[in-house]
């Protein structure tokens, strides 16, 4: 088993910036990816960001240029730093990991952008 525990979500005005981190613990195994993802009411989960255990990324092309993903493979933890926030972004975000054996993912934390 896998458990995931997330922090940094929040209230933020439009343009500013957050960043989620997310730490791993249990039956992580290697290699495996990081990732989050974000559900906003009323939509479908989406996939923001995923690095793998060799630093491979990829983003969704709505945060390209503004969200960047890492991570700490000492602390297997996952960070999300948000630039550029806008009103759209705003969502419950999810951390994910994929191994050999399945998806394991966090409760998630509520990003709110609003003026």
């Known amino acids: 088993q896998v458990q995931l525990v997330e922090s940094g979500g929040g209230l933020v005005q439009p343009g500013g910036s957050l960043r989620l981190s997310c730490a791993a613990s249990?039956?992580?195994?290697?290699?495996?990816?990081m990732g989050w993802s974000r559900q906003a009411p009323g939509k479908q989960r989406e996939l923001v960001a995923r690095?793998?255990?060799?630093?491979?990324?990829n983003y969704a092309d709505s945060v390209k240029g503004r969200f960047t993903i890492s991570r700490d493979n000492a602390k297997n933890t996952v960070y999300l730093q948000m630039n550029s926030l806008k009103p759209e972004d705003t969502a419950v975000y999810y951390c994910?990991?994929?191994?050999?054996?399945?998806?394991?993912w966090g409760q998630g934390t509520q990003v709110t952008v609003s003026s």
């Open positions: 690095i793998t255990s060799g630093g491979s990324t």
């Open positions: 249990g039956s992580i195994f290697t290699p495996n990816a």
């Open positions: 994910n990991v994929r191994n050999y054996r399945g998806d394991y």
